[in-house]
């Protein structure tokens, strides 16, 4: 059966290109970045070179750059890391109310342990209102937190005009940005961050290893204490073959996408269905797309284009097993029974119009399908 | 996360639909998740379900236990259908995820009330523990 992938936005398929500069760092040059000898050093190369192509990639300094294990540690690392260095200045963090779950699980946590955290809130179509982070900044306000990108709307937040903010109450900025690197410009000098997050499994790179951004003078602490790898602020030994893929991902794109164009043809295809309606802002990340239809369930729609050999997502990936409605698309104003009913469609770097012509033909099939077993046929 | 019978059922649903002047009808929903469904009997004179259909908004294990109880409740009596518990659809279903048990329950739920509807469309006597199930269904739906 023809398999059809448009959920780019839960993870990427490696690219050929990226695993192929990967292979040498497995069986051949393995050596351990602490080890004195050749092998130590030729991998300490390595990752040196790999950190810079990475720095570079969004106007940093090589030294700023830690790799970590995922864009879950690297966002973890930068509540707690903050949180506890910064203790004696203040006990108060802002989030926005759509955090992908490491974020929001993280701040529950240090909220258990003495911290206050303020969730900003988001407009229908999943923006925060940059008023609205002015107003929550107290004395005690020690840490920044939104994302780039939301996951599952795509919806582009107010990144540098919130920095700004950041930057002139003396609060550190961090983003998440692991849904934005490599589809839209990502620079930590224009995005005026103090830490960035990033991830090399959304970027068409190997799933084990993310980055934080943390600009130099930052006051962190480390999650993990031991060898002092990565400036003494990540210790582990270091995944080199890792650290090449994210590297290698970053060059590649410099070809420009035409994910843009495929949107379109995907939006007004989709929409020409009855009972059909957009989530997304137009203004979002062109790869990103959420739709409900009224009548049918996400999960149902998504089971049924999977038998197509269709992978598409209800929500975020995370929260595909819970049953409590994505809390992004609540905080949008929707009503829990909509909510459920969302689907969201990610494209990528291999989607055709074909693999677009024959989802949509199969949505269409599969949502008539539902309707007639729904009490809610009329559209 | 589901089991086979339970896609097996969702991807060919069995009496999916309406009934034309049914004898009883249930509706329920659950609040949480925001699904509903709807069951419709047809009964005879010997109190036996000859006919059963249902129209469901919901999940893919909302479907298929819809779908399963009807198979299940056809050709019984009403006293046997109400006898019928969220397990043995579960049972039915070769299991459901922790988080889907409460879509059993609405089809069970949905059964019930359409026994009741039935009963007093025909003036006839509701047993005592129709009567508190029907209270709790209705409060729990509001
Ligand atoms: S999730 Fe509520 S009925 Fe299935």
Redesign the interface.
């Known amino acids: 059966m023809k398999k059809i992938y448009l959920d780019y936005a839960a993870t990427t398929p490696v690219d050929p290109r990226v695993l192929e500069a990967m292979m040498p760092y497995f069986c051949d040059n393995f050596g351990n970045t602490m080890s004195l000898h050749s092998f130590g050093q030729k991998a300490q190369m390595v990752l040196d070179e790999s950190r810079k192509t990475v720095a570079n990639f969004i106007g940093a300094k090589p030294e700023e750059i830690i790799f970590t294990s995922s864009a879950t540690e690297s966002n973890n690392f930068a509540l707690k890391g903050i949180a506890f260095a910064n203790e004696k200045k203040g006990n108060h963090i802002i989030i926005s109310a759509i955090e992908h779950a490491c974020i929001m699980e993280s701040a529950k946590w240090l909220g258990g342990r003495g911290f206050k955290i303020t969730y900003v809130p988001v407009d229908r179509f999943g923006v925060v209102n940059v008023d609205d982070v002015s107003k929550a900044i107290t004395k005690e306000t020690i840490l920044i937190s939104v994302m780039h990108v939301n996951n599952e709307l795509g919806s582009i937040q107010p990144i540098a005009e919130i920095g700004q903010i950041a930057k002139e109450n003396n609060i550190y900025f961090h983003s998440d940005c692991a849904q934005s690197l490599g589809k839209i410009p990502v620079n930590v000098n224009d995005l005026n961050v103090d830490l960035l997050t990033a991830s090399g499994h959304k970027i068409y790179g190997p799933k084990g290893i993310g980055i934080l951004f943390v600009k130099r003078g930052v006051k962190i602490e480390p999650l993990l204490n031991g060898g002092g790898q990565e400036l003494g602020l990540r210790s582990s030994t270091s995944n080199v073959a890792g650290a090449v893929g994210f590297a290698k991902a970053l060059e590649l794109f410099n070809q420009e996408e035409k994910i843009a164009e495929l949107r379109e043809y995907l939006c007004s295809g989709v929409l020409s269905i009855p009972g059909s309606r957009l989530n997304s802002p137009k203004t979002g990340v062109p790869g990103i797309l959420n739709f409900s239809f009224s009548?049918?369930?996400g999960?149902?729609i998504t089971?049924?284009l999977d038998?197509d050999g269709i992978a598409v997502s209800t929500g975020s990936a995370c929260s595909s097993?819970?049953?409590?409605?994505s809390h992004v698309l609540l905080a949008t104003g929707m009503?829990?029974?909509?909510a459920?009913g969302s689907l969201r469609v990610s494209i990528g770097r291999w989607t055709t119009k074909e693999d677009i012509d024959y989802f949509i033909e199969s949505l269409f099939k599969n949502i008539n399908q539902l309707r007639?077993?729904?009490?809610?046929k009329n559209v | 996360m589901y089991s086979k019978k339970v896609i097996e059922y969702f991807n060919h649903p069995k009496n999916m639909g309406k009934i034309d002047c049914p004898d009883g009808v249930g509706k329920v929903g659950n609040i949480i998740c925001g699904d509903v469904m709807h069951l419709y009997i047809k009964v005879d004179k010997n109190d036996v379900i000859e006919d059963i259909k249902y129209e469901t908004f919901g999940c893919v294990a909302a479907i298929s236990s819809s779908s399963m109880i009807t198979e299940m409740v056809k050709g019984k009596t009403i006293v046997e259908a109400l006898k019928i518990e969220k397990n043995s659809i579960i049972d039915s279903l070769e299991g459901l995820p922790k988080a889907k048990i409460h879509c059993s329950v609405l089809a069970i739920d949905a059964l019930s009330e359409s026994i009741y509807d039935y009963l007093k469309k025909n003036k006839r006597d509701i047993p005592d523990f129709l009567e508190k199930r029907h209270k709790i269904i209705v409060k729990n739906s509001r």
């Open positions: 009548g049918v369930e999960e149902a089971m049924r038998m097993n819970k049953l409590t409605a009503k829990p029974e909509e459920h007639e077993i729904s009490p809610f």
